[in-house]
C-alpha cells in the first residue's frame, strides 16, 4: 500500500474515531437496542420452547445474532456512508480530494469493520452473560473461525457496495438497505443443513450463508470438519465475485451519477 | 500570460431517465472560454445559467456530453481546491482541526508539513482560536471560512468556489473577498467563482464571463466592460434657489430629478449623449454662478452590465 493510501488509512481511523468520541451516547444505545432485541428474542424463544433452549440452540442464537450484527456493520458502511456524504454535502469534496473514490469506500469499511469488530465482541460478551452460556471454541478453531467470520463479512462488504453504488444513482436506498439486512436472519437464524442440497447449494452462495455454516460446525463437532478449508475455498470464491461485482457496479454508478450530474444529490 | 482553464465546445444536457418523465435541460451550450492563469475569473449568470454545471465540469464531478476542459498552463490536471456546496463541504461534527487534519491527509499532505500550513490558513482566516470547536458551532461565516481552508490545504494550483459568499453578513463576505485577493496577490493562485452577486464579483473579478442560457453571453475584463457599457451620466446637486432660478434653461437637457435627502438641495442626473456636450451645461450654470455641491460622473455597475447583458438588450459581440 503506498504512503498516499496509508495516509487516508490513518485519515479514515482518526475520523471515525473522532466521531464516535464526540458522541459516545450514540454508540451506547446503540449497542443497548441491539442488547435488547437479542433478549426479546432469547426470552421470547424460551418461551415458546416451553421455559428452556439447549445450550446447543443457545449458541448458535448467539453466534447468528453476533454475526447478524457484523453484517449489518459491514452493509451500512458502504450503503449508509455514501448516502450520508451526500446528504451532508461532504461526497464530492471527498471526490475532489481523494486520488480515488472506490478505494476510500473500501478503507472506511475497513476501519468501520475494525471498530466494528470490538463492538460485536462487547455485544457477545453481554448475551453470554445474559444467557448464562459460554461459546466454548476450542484454541485450534480460533483461526479457521477468524477465516470464515472475515470472509463472510467481506462477502456483505462487496453486497454493501452494490447498494452504495445504487445510491449514488437512486439516492434513497434505506428501505432496500432494511430488507436486506433482515433476510440476512433468515442464514442466521435458521438451520440450513435441513434444506434439500440443492436447494443448500444455491443459498450458500449468498454472502456470509456459507460462513455461518461453517461456524456452525465448528461448534457442533469436536474437531475441525473434514471439508473445512475446502468450504472456505468456496466462501473465498463467492466473497471475491461479490467484491468484485460490488466494485465494479459502483465503478458504472460512479460514471452514470457523473453522466447524470447528480453526484451531490440526496 | 498562460491559460488555466481552456474550455471548447462543452455542452451539457440533464436527461432524465424515467419512463414516464424523459423531460431534459440543456445545462451547457457549446461553452467557449478561455481563464487566465493567477488572476479571480468570475462566472455570472441568473439562476440556471449553468454555472454550477461548468465549475463542476472543470472539476470532473460532471461527465460533458461534449466539449473538452483543458489546463494548458500546467499540461496535466491542476491541485484542485473547491468549495461547491459551501459550509456543507465541512463534517459538522469534527473540530476545525479534526477537519483539517482529515481533508490535508486524504490530499495526501503530510502531518508535519500540514500543521504549520494550517496554522497560517486559520490565522489568515481569523480561525486560529477556534480550532478545537467542532464545526457546527461554528457561525455560518466561520463555516464557510473553514471551508476555504480546507481547500486551500495542499496548496492547490486551481481554487474553484461556488458561491463562496452567499448567505454570509456583509463583513463576512467583504473578508472573504478581501482574502481571496490576498490569495492571488501573494501565492499567484487562479480562482474560478460562481456568483450572483454582482457586487462580489466588481469587488474580487479582474475578468468575468456572463452567462445566459448555457452560454458565455460576454467576456472581458471589468473595466473593458465598464468602458463597453460607458454611458455619460452625472449627477449635480447644487442649492434649491439656484435650481429654480436656471430650471427654464436646463430643459432642453435629458435629465431627471433625484431624491435627495439633504434639505435645501436638489440632485440631478443629466443624461448626456458623449462627455463634450457636458462642457455648455458647466458654462451655463457658471453664467448663473450656481455652486454646485456635487459634481460626479456614474460608471455603469457591473450589475447593471449584467442586468442588460442578460435581458439580451446588449448581446456580446455587439
Known sequence: ?266 | MALAVQIEGLSKRYQRRLPWDSQSTLAVDGLELNIPQGEIFGLLGSNGAGKTTTIKMIAGLVMPDAGRVSFPAWQRRPQLGAVLEGSRNLYWRLSVWENIAYFGELKGVYMNALRPQADELLEMFGLADKRDRPAQTLSRGMQQKLAVVLALLGEPELLLLDEPTLGLDVSSSLTIQRLLRQLVRERGLTIIVTTHQMEVAQAICRRVGIMKAGRIALEDSIDSLVDLFQRWDYVLRMDEPAYRMVQRDLQEYEYEELEEQRPGQVSLRFRMPDNLAVYPLMELLAAYRVQLTQFSQEQPTLEEIFVKVTDGSREAGE
Open chain 1, 1 to 266: 500500500m503506498s504512503t498516499r493510501w496509508l495516509k487516508v488509512l490513518r485519515a479514515e481511523y482518526l475520523r471515525e474515531l473522532r466521531t464516535a468520541l464526540r458522541y459516545p451516547m450514540e454508540i451506547g444505545t446503540g449497542l443497548l437496542v441491539m442488547f435488547l432485541f437479542f433478549a426479546g428474542i432469547f426470552f421470547g424463544a424460551r418461551q415458546i420452547a416451553g421455559g428452556s433452549i439447549s445450550t446447543e440452540n443457545t449458541e448458535m442464537l448467539m453466534i447468528g445474532y453476533c454475526m447478524w450484527f457484523f453484517a449489518i456493520i459491514a452493509l451500512n458502511a458502504m450503503s449508509v456512508d455514501v448516502e450520508n456524504e451526500a446528504r451532508q454535502g461532504t461526497l464530492e469534496q471527498v471526490f475532489i480530494c481523494a486520488p480515488a473514490f472506490l478505494p476510500v469506500l473500501w478503507i472506511r469499511a475497513l476501519v468501520k469493520l475494525t471498530y466494528g469488530f470490538f463492538t460485536v465482541l462487547l455485544l457477545g460478551l453481554s448475551l453470554q452473560l445474559l444467557t448464562g452460556r459460554w461459546l466454548a471454541f476450542q484454541a485450534a478453531d480460533i483461526l479457521p473461525g477468524i477465516v470464515a467470520i472475515v470472509l463472510s463479512i467481506a462477502g456483505i462488504t462487496g453486497l454493501g457496495l452494490l447498494l452504495g453504488a445504487l445510491s449514488l444513482v437512486l439516492k434513497r436506498v434505506g428501505q432496500l438497505s432494511s430488507i436486506i439486512q433482515f433476510s440476512l436472519f433468515i442464514p442466521a437464524f435458521s438451520d440450513l443443513s435441513k434444506l434439500s442440497p440443492a436447494v443448500q447449494g444455491w443459498v450458500s452462495h449468498f454472502p456470509f450463508t456459507r460462513g455461518i455454516m461453517l461456524l456452525r460446525s465448528l461448534l457442533e463437532s469436536e474437531s475441525l470438519p473434514e471439508s473445512y478449508w475446502s468450504q472456505c475455498g468456496m466462501l473465498l470464491l463467492d466473497t471475491l465475485a461479490f467484491a468484485i461485482i460490488g466494485s465494479l457496479v459502483f465503478l458504472a454508478m460512479e460514471r452514470l451519477a457523473k453522466r447524470d450530474g447528480s453526484l451531490a444529490h440526496y
